[in-house]
């Protein structure tokens, strides 16, 4: 995923992040219905890992995601969202202006989640 999250950047999403330890992508506020987030992705769909993930994989993806969320809610961060699926299979968390991922709160949930093996960026 880190290859894909290069080649976003490299195809106009300058903002597009990193994934987390778990594989999984906070992309923000980036706008995914955009013509320039469609062209991105689709010049990059080849550097996802193992191509697009089956139905199966997609569910397990979501669940490790919501847990990532729900660990981030419990530790200090109470209106993480839980993530939302794309095309793909791609997955976003879109962070509400109130979340600010540089505060203490949220760095102190993040350590605590990604100790519990959940990555807690979601």
């Known amino acids: ?3 894909f999250a290069a080649c976003m950047r490299a ?10 330890a778990q594989g999984v992508i906070s992309a923000g506020s980036l706008d995914r219905g955009s013509p320039q987030f469609r062209q991105a992705l689709d010049a990059c ?4 890992p193992n191509g697009t993930p089956n139905p199966a994989q997609q569910a397990q993806n979501l669940r ?4 990532a969320s729900a660990c981030m809610r419990r530790n200090g961060v109470p209106n993480f969202p839980d993530p939302q699926t794309g095309s793909g299979g791609a997955m976003v968390i879109r962070l509400p202006p109130n979340i600010d991922p540089s505060s203490p709160q949220f760095q102190h949930a993040q350590h605590v989640c990604q100790k ?3 990555g807690g960026k979601g």
């Open 116 to 118: 519990e093996g959940h």
């Open 64 to 67: 490790q995601a919501v847990a």
């Open 1 to 3: 995923m880190t290859k």
């Open 45 to 48: 769909r080849k550097n996802m």
């Open 11 to 20: 195809n106009g999403e300058p903002a597009f992040p990193d994934p987390n």
